[in-house]
DNA sequence: TTGACATATGTCGATATCGGCATATGTTGG
DNA sequence: CCAACATATGCCGATATCGACATATGTCAA
């Protein structure tokens, strides 16, 4: 039961950095997996795996095109991820927005008496 | 060498569905080892666990307070994960944006010639 | 101090990960 | 058909994860 599967979840997915940096790297267009393999410097089966992982999760699609193979980026399924930092974004802001409310209230009314503690 | 270690990494930390849920209650505000327990239903080192590598991470802070211990988001140290994630958003709208221009384009000239492959 | 309560830590077992290497599958050209 | 190239898979070992249980640490109250 060791770790959600990394093949089922988004957030596993891109929990690896090499993937993170294959997905930069098809951020950037359509990329065969040689390119990948020479942009970073990643073995060839290493490559192919994490593609799979990725592909598996649905945030990469490849297509045959002769005897290479192009995969793109699908961020469609980054969507939940967005969201959910997204959220916590939010509530940052909204924190800074009482911190905001909070200064203010203390320079609307000039202090009477001596704050407690 | 497994995968890259949970205590170092914001995506990491991140990865798992539990820590997920217990930084999802912490949005709602400053709370107690044992609410967190209740509030999901983890056990106690678990959940005491979850938080030491959150805090390890530094995606949460603890205060004692008497003989609780009360920890609170630090959603601050979600912003290279929120940048991460929002590049590729902008890929996505990007691309949507070149697709509409792509249907503008086909509206304004009408196909004189099949395209060359 | 002693005991009850809140939390943290340690150990263990089952499992999954990742990288490396070898190899299978599939495609093109001669 | 065969060889060269591109990619995918299979197996292995080292390691880290997570949950469960027991237990240590720390704090208050009587």
Do not use: C
């Amino acid at each position: 039961m060791a770790r959600a599967a990394t093949t089922t979840d988004v957030f596993n997915a891109v929990a690896d950095a090499h993937r993170r940096e294959i997905l930069d790297v098809l951020a950037t267009g359509e990329k065969t997996v040689s390119a990948i393999v020479e942009t970073l410097s990643l073995t060839q089966p290493q490559v192919s795996k994490h593609l799979r992982v990725l592909s598996d999760v649905g945030l990469v699609r490849g297509r045959a095109e002769g005897r290479h193979r192009l995969y793109r980026l699908d961020p469609e399924r980054l969507k939940p991820m967005h969201d959910w930092v997204t959220k916590f974004e939010q509530a940052m802001n909204a924190r800074l927005d009482r911190l905001d409310d909070y200064l203010h209230e203390l320079q609307a009314q000039p202090p009477t008496q001596g704050e407690p503690q």
